[in-house]
């Protein structure tokens, strides 16, 4: 406008025709944002409209879906408790941790690895007949094992249902054919790789038990060996009836040193001179010997019955808790077999994969519909933008 006034201005003042005054840059913005709400509203909805009414319309492809249940439970035993056991009974408990480990290994590449033999993931996600959207590899061009991964991770989906343990799988596919197969070869995987760690569990825990029981076993032969040759070096076999032996051959010999003392005595007393004293005399001192000698046997320090008694008996006792500890390692090795068989994993299918006879993806309408409604939203949003700034620059 500053620059108009001079020209019309001076053109009245000349007397000259009056010159057509030259739009300002505001009455240019003014027309533009007039004719703008029409192309906004082309760009912001009915061209995104269009494009995913024909997308999905015409070039989306079909998806079938597939789902399956299953729950992870592994057997639990009654409480000890008679009220507990008619609560609670024997029955199966939810073994959590294991299922958000098979979940993971659904999704991990491990599976699909295995999964590839069974059903060819490449070529099923690279069939021709698939919207170039949706196909393998994608406009990227990366074939990949990785993107083949990833690719194949957006066709799965697992939801857990913690207050259950529900886990529902599902499975899409552009085949009916192969999103069952799919499906199925998961689970026998899962199951797969439940039994692996079932077998894992139980011979790690049985493993322990052998190995204690082979120490035991070890040792209890070590003891019985120990006392075995005691016994043969030091001609010990019982310690009470050698012992109650030994007594009594210590009292017969003082029963007879004692009567042929008597009996010397008396003949010496009758026949001072009489020749059978020398027999008597020399019989006593035989026996008076003997005597002796075996109470060395009984009571002596080294060799005797007695001194062997203290180490037999340690020997003995050493036997007998080496027994007494192989018979707790045999009872434990049991008991650890059984509880093997009571942690055993089950996967327990409530929802076998069916054969889908119609796909359920994509929602054609819906997805057109969403296009258009969020088209909408964004014409509105732009189109208060664009008039507050209209509105600034006037």
């Known amino acids: 406008m500053a620059v108009q006034e001079p020209v019309a201005q001076a053109a009245a003042q000349g007397g000259g025709p009056a010159v057509t005054p030259v739009p300002g840059w505001r009455e240019r913005w003014a027309r533009r944002w007039r004719r703008r709400p029409s192309r906004l509203f082309l760009a912001t909805v009915v061209l995104p409209t269009a494009l995913a009414a024909g997308y999905y319309g015409l070039l989306a492809s079909d998806v079938y879906v597939v789902e399956s249940r299953f729950v992870v439970?592994?057997?639990?035993?009654?409480?000890?408790?008679?009220?507990?056991?008619?609560?609670?009974?024997?029955?199966?408990?939810?073994?959590?941790?294991?299922?958000?480990?098979?979940?993971?290994?659904?999704?991990?590449?491990?599976?699909?690895?295995?999964?590839?033999p069974q059903v060819?993931?490449?070529?099923?996600?690279?069939?021709?007949?698939?919207?170039?959207?949706?196909?393998?590899?994608?406009?990227?061009?990366?074939?990949?094992?990785?993107?083949?991964?990833?690719?194949?991770l957006r066709h799965l989906q697992i939801d857990y249902d913690s207050a259950s343990s529900i886990t529902t799988l599902t499975v899409r596919a552009y085949g009916a054919d192969q999103a069952r197969a799919v499906n199925e070869a998961l689970l026998r995987l899962s199951e797969a790789l439940l039994d692996r760690l079932n077998d894992r569990s139980r011979q790690d825990l049985i493993a322990v038990?052998?190995?204690?029981?082979?120490?035991?076993?070890?040792?209890?032969a070590a003891a019985a060996a120990a006392l075995t040759d005691f016994r043969s070096?030091?001609?010990?076999?019982?310690?009470?009836?050698?012992?109650?032996?030994?007594?009594?051959?210590?009292?017969?010999?003082?029963?007879?040193?004692?009567?042929?003392?008597?009996?010397?005595?008396?003949?010496?007393r009758l026949s001072p001179g009489n020749p059978q004293l020398a027999t008597l005399q020399a019989r006593i001192d035989a026996l008076r010997a003997d005597l002796t000698r075996e109470n060395a046997r009984l009571t002596g320090r080294e060799g005797s019955l007695n001194a062997k008694s203290g180490q037999l008996a340690r020997l003995t006792l050493a036997?007998?808790?080496?027994?007494?500890?192989?018979?707790?390692?045999?009872?434990?090795?049991?008991?650890?077999?059984?509880?093997?068989?009571?942690?055993?994993?089950?996967?327990?299918?409530?929802?076998?994969?069916?054969?889908?006879?119609?796909?359920?993806?994509?929602?054609?309408?819906?997805?057109?519909?969403?296009?258009?409604?969020?088209?909408?939203?964004?014409?509105?949003?732009?189109g208060l933008a664009l008039a507050a700034v209209r509105e600034h620059a006037d």
Not at 128 to 151: K, T, V
Not at 251 to 262: C, G, I, K, N, T
């Open 73 to 116: 439970r592994a057997p639990q035993g009654a409480p000890a408790t008679g009220l507990g056991a008619l609560l609670q009974g024997t029955g199966f408990g939810r073994a959590q941790d294991d299922t958000y480990a098979v979940h993971d290994y659904i999704r991990s590449r491990d599976a699909m690895r295995l999964l590839q």
């Open 120 to 152: 060819d993931l490449r070529a099923a996600y690279e069939d021709a007949g698939i919207d170039r959207l949706s196909r393998f590899p994608g406009w990227d061009r990366d074939r990949s094992d990785e993107a083949l991964y990833l690719h194949h």
């Open 209 to 220: 038990a052998r190995r204690e029981v082979q120490e035991a076993e070890a040792a209890a």
């Open 233 to 268: 070096r030091g001609q010990v076999m019982d310690v009470a009836g050698q012992s109650a032996l030994q007594l009594q051959t210590v009292a017969r010999l003082e029963e007879e040193l004692r009567l042929a003392q008597a009996q010397r005595d008396q003949v010496q």
């Open 319 to 382: 036997k007998e808790l080496a027994d007494k500890q192989l018979a707790a390692r045999l009872a434990e090795l049991d008991s650890a077999r059984g509880e093997a068989r009571r942690k055993h994993l089950y996967l327990e299918r409530l929802v076998e994969p069916h054969r889908p006879d119609q796909a359920m993806e994509p929602r054609r309408l819906r997805a057109a519909f969403t296009v258009f409604v969020l088209g909408l939203l964004a014409w509105g949003v732009l």
